[in-house]
């Protein structure tokens, strides 16, 4: 792939996971005093508001971590290609595909060593 284009697909990728961050930080926020008194129990609510509250708390977390760490693999790859080894597996140093990195700018290895390291996940 070329250089250009994927430094554009990381830089469109990059630009979206900040704008939900960026929301998902204020739904965070908004979640943690309900999170707080969710888990000390304190709450004049039903229980099950109380839940409800916890779940919506707990999948903004998750989804917060799973946004971070999509960012720390675009700076990873954003590195990568700097070096000019963006399309080269970590792995087994193959090219990795034009259609894996179109789908996923941010890979890091080729599809067989991603394959493998997900069996072994
Ligand atoms: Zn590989």
Redesign the pocket.
Known sequence: MDAAIARQLLAMERRRVERVLGYVDTETRAASPDLVEAVAGASDREPADAATDLTTSMLALTHHRRLRLRLEALREAEERLALGLFDR??????T?ANARLEKVPWAM??????QVDEVHD
Do not use: D, E
């Open positions: 597996c970590k792995l087994c140093q193959t990795i290895t080729c599809r067989t060593c991603a």
